[in-house]
């Protein structure tokens, strides 16, 4: 069965701070998705980014970095120069292949403060 | 570019009352799916449909129902309600079905149960 293990239940930065959320996924299929979505206080669920399981590539979009280790199944968020307008929860989510329902897991609510 | 629609977006009911929660998805997207997301948890997955067909079940409630229509909008039927069903529902779309699919989301219909 899949799982995704977002261990850091809140992390609270002051503006500009880069900080790191993390996520670990454990899934039996080869091929399979990992994704994150930032969930801000108006509660709607916003794509930010998929990877799939061959493509070990760290991607970066402007202030957002991701860092996916196959090896220990891993695939962490990186916000540099964080912003109060950074403040909400995110949430990593895991699709397999052959049961593409993603699964996500309790996110990591991020507090930006001024 | 149209997003997926929900309706209500609040929705307030008293115990044992039912409730019906509808979701337009994207134009061309044939996948519709329902998350609950309690207080603080992480969205759970309900029920998806493609084509107009169940597709995949979760831990939707007896109690819950959900069809999708020939113009492919869904919607949930909620009976019987529970002060548990309290939460925030999420409707998303997507085309085709597979791991790989990125998922919009609604803005999401809030119920509270009295």
């Known amino acids: 069965a899949q799982k995704v293990t977002q261990a850091q239940t809140e992390i609270s930065v002051v503006e500009k701070e880069d900080v790191t959320l993390d996520c670990v996924y454990e899934?039996?299929?080869?091929?399979?998705?990992l994704f994150w979505y930032k969930q801000p206080p108006s509660g709607e669920l916003v794509f930010l980014i998929r990877?799939?399981?061959?493509?070990?590539q760290n991607e970066i979009s402007g202030r957002y970095s991701w860092n996916f280790q196959k090896s220990t199944s891993s695939f962490n968020f990186t916000i540099t120069a964080s912003q109060v307008v950074d403040s909400a929860v995110y949430f990593c989510?895991?699709?397999?292949?052959?049961?593409?329902?993603?699964?996500f897991g309790r996110g990591t609510s991020l507090i930006v403060h001024p | 570019a149209a997003g997926v629609i929900q309706s209500p977006r609040h929705l307030i009911k008293e115990k044992r009352e039912t409730a019906t929660l509808k979701c337009y998805p994207i134009?061309?997207?044939?996948?519709v799916y329902w998350y609950q997301q309690g207080p603080g948890q992480d969205p759970q997955f309900l029920i998806s449909?493609?084509?107009?067909?169940?597709?995949d079940k979760g831990s939707i409630p007896d109690r819950f129902s959900a069809q999708q229509f020939s113009d492919y909008h869904s919607e949930l039927n909620m009976s019987s309600l529970e002060l548990g069903d309290s939460a925030l529902y999420f409707c998303?779309?997507?085309?085709?079905?597979?791991?790989?699919?990125?998922?919009?989301f609604g803005a999401g219909s809030r119920l509270t149960v009295l």
């Open positions: 998303a779309s997507s085309y085709g079905e597979g791991g790989a699919n990125v998922l919009t």
């Open positions: 990877r799939n399981s061959f493509d070990e």
């Open positions: 899934t039996r299929d080869t091929t399979y998705y």
């Open positions: 989510a895991l699709s397999e292949e052959g049961s593409y329902i993603p699964t």
């Open positions: 134009p061309r997207h044939d996948t």
């Open positions: 449909f493609y084509e107009k067909m169940q597709s």
